[in-house]
Nanobody
Framework: QVQLVESGGGLVQAGGSLRLSCAAS????????MGWYRQAPGKQRELVAT???????NYADSVKGRFTVSGDYAKKTVYLQMNSLKPEETAVYYC????????WGQGTQVTVSS
């Protein structure tokens, strides 16, 4: 059984920072990529950032220059450093790990107050 456990969400003022972490456990091997998506109320889930096993990163245009994704593949852990947060980035942030299928975490709430 594969589990992804996120941590680090919370309430922050606009302009502030948060760091999300996600650790994968269980029988999961040959991870191809890890990353983060988010879903705001009434909106579809959207890509935030991903990092491949080779270190290639991919960011949503809206977060480039402010968010940094990093990963420790040996520890099966992915991080998301979020700086200069905006109120419109209030959402549930989901960790994902891709092997032959995508595994998802339960989500962590990030609330940015204005």
């Amino acid at each position: 059984q594969v589990q992804l456990v996120e941590s680090g969400g919370g309430l922050v003022q606009a302009g502030g920072s948060l760091r999300l972490s996600c650790a994968a456990s269980g029988r999961i091997f040959n991870i191809k990529a890890m990353g983060w998506y988010r879903q705001a109320p009434g909106k579809q889930r959207e890509l935030v950032a991903t990092i491949s096993s080779g270190g290639t990163t991919n960011y949503a245009d809206s977060v480039k220059g402010r968010f940094t994704v990093s990963g420790d593949y040996a520890k099966k852990t992915v991080y998301l450093q979020m700086n200069s947060l905006k109120p419109e980035e209030t959402a549930v942030y989901y960790c994902t790990v891709r092997v032959f299928v995508n595994y998802w975490g339960q989500g962590t709430q990030v609330t940015v107050s204005s």
